[in-house]
């Protein structure tokens, strides 16, 4: 938060109105995850009006830092789940991403797709959603055997992310074969010292084994997510995570909450459902 506000304070100094932009964005987008912002999908706080800013950015024809608000908040809808959010923002982005190409960030939104797309097969189980998540990995296959040495370890890493996304797809995979997917994806992540990325492994694969019925496995994997969160002041995430494995998490009796603080955290959420 700190980092945000100084960035943008000198990029006023020097008048750069684009990169303003896109970082106001961004800041927006960590104070949601800090729970700074009632709702954490809107992109309206402290530092930014979601409705007015897609305004302005419509009137100037600037669809670079308009298609990036929707890829930022699509990455909010992902991490809390808000999947009719998710579903109404993919053709958006589809149409869009192409203005990316050739930036690094193309990676990022790559990953993010195929993970929207997976996370809508489970959810929906409309076969299209699983074939164009599995488009998206075929791509990034496609974009590995070009061998490109400067990007090769992004295409990597989400590539990994995906493949391990999908097994728990498979009738018969062998809990092994899944554990060493996620374990190499989440090493990645702990040699590149990159929190947000090492929280979200952690908790994809805390699904996973939830979704197999491997409580254990998951109750770690979660722990794990929620310890990287709670290193990146992510009070938002966190809470969204106890709420959501807190059954889990109480079963294993290593809970990070109090009997009494979890309990009011599951009626607030149940309130919040219904």
């Given amino acids: 938060d700190k980092h945000y506000s100084a960035s943008i304070k000198q990029m006023k100094a020097f008048n750069m109105e684009n990169s303003i932009q896109l970082n106001v964005q961004n800041h927006q987008r960590c104070q949601n995850l800090m729970g700074l912002n009632r709702d954490p999908v809107v992109l309206t706080g402290r530092v930014m009006d979601e409705k007015e800013t ?19 908040k699509m990455d909010l809808a ?4 808000a999947y009719n ?7 958006y982005i589809e149409k869009r991403r192409g203005i990316l190409n050739g930036h690094i960030s193309q990676y990022g939104v790559m990953h993010m797709l195929g993970q929207a797309y997976l ?8 076969r299209q959603y699983k074939k164009r998540g599995m488009g998206v990995i075929k791509t990034l296959e496609g974009w590995k055997k070009q061998k490109c040495a400067s990007t090769q370890h992004h295409c990597d890493d989400v590539l990994g992310f995906l493949q391990a996304e999908v097994l728990p797809q498979q009738r018969n995979i062998d809990l092994k074969v899944l554990q060493d997917a996620w374990d190499d994806c989440i090493k990645v992540q702990e040699d590149s010292d990159n929190l947000m990325r090492l929280g979200l492994a952690n908790e994809r694969a805390a699904g996973a084994f ?5 409580f254990d496995t998951a109750a770690q994997y979660a722990r794990e997510a929620i310890d990287a969160y709670e290193r990146l002041d992510a009070d938002a995430k966190v809470k969204f995570l106890r709420r959501k494995y807190y059954e889990i998490l109480r079963s294993t009796q290593e809970t990070p909450l109090e009997e009494e603080e979890a309990r009011e955290e599951e009626g607030a959420f149940i309130e919040e459902l219904y």
Avoid: D, M
């Fill in 54 to 72: 897609i305004s302005s950015l419509q009137e100037s024809g600037n669809f670079v830092a308009l298609t990036v608000l929707y890829i930022t």
């Fill in 78 to 81: 992902l991490h809390f789940e």
């Fill in 85 to 91: 959010i998710v579903e109404e923002l993919l053709p």
């Fill in 119 to 126: 996370c809508l097969y489970r959810k929906t189980g409309k």
């Fill in 210 to 214: 939830r979704e197999k019925g491997s």
